[in-house]
């Protein structure tokens, strides 16, 4: 069991602020994804399933 990146629900999008900040084995800081996190969730913003260009 890990303690500080919580699991989350939802895909988190490779190469996003909240993947980085798991990856550095931190949570993401930006309000929107903190918001989303208090429920269990990953931002749905920063975490869209969308090809970027
Ligand atoms: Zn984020
Ligand atoms: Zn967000």
């Given at each position: 069991?890990?303690?500080?990146?919580?699991?989350?629900?939802?895909?988190?999008?490779?190469?996003?602020?909240?993947?980085?900040a798991?990856k550095?084995?931190?949570?993401?800081?930006h309000?929107?994804c903190v918001?989303?996190?208090?429920?269990?969730k990953?931002?749905?913003?920063?975490?869209?399933?969308?090809?970027?260009?």
């Amino acid at each position: 069991m890990t303690l500080g990146a919580a699991e989350l629900k939802g895909k988190i999008k490779e190469g996003g602020c909240c993947d980085k900040a798991i990856k550095a084995g931190k949570t993401c800081e930006h309000p929107c994804c903190v918001e989303a996190a208090k429920d269990g969730k990953v931002c749905a913003k920063c975490n869209k399933e969308k090809k970027s260009s």
